[in-house]
């Protein structure tokens, strides 16, 4: 991510932390609430992207407001709650 080239004082404070990166990885990789590709589709097209409460609670700022549409959209055909701020 762009973010973590930025001097440290321009960054959200999940991203100032020295660990900031190796945090990214562990929420992305959150086998319950990290960030998934829904079934067998095109994992390019953001439409199958479904950003959990783990990943999205640390780095919502940096989601575009389609992706979290449609990961909320995703969450409710499962049955999930949608994302919230700090949650």
């Keep these: 991510m762009v973010i973590f080239a930025q001097p440290e004082r321009l960054r959200p404070p ?3 932390d020295p660990m900031g990166l190796m945090q990214l990885m562990h929420d992305i990789d959150d086998d319950a609430e990290g960030v998934r590709v829904v079934g067998d589709r095109d994992a390019f097209d953001e439409k199958n992207w479904e950003v959990g409460q783990a990943f999205f609670r640390n780095w919502w700022w940096a989601l575009d407001p389609q992706v979290i549409k449609g990961s909320n959209a995703l969450r409710r055909r499962r049955g999930v ?6 949650a």
């Design 81 to 86: 709650g949608p994302l919230q701020m700090g």
């Design 14 to 16: 999940i991203a100032r």
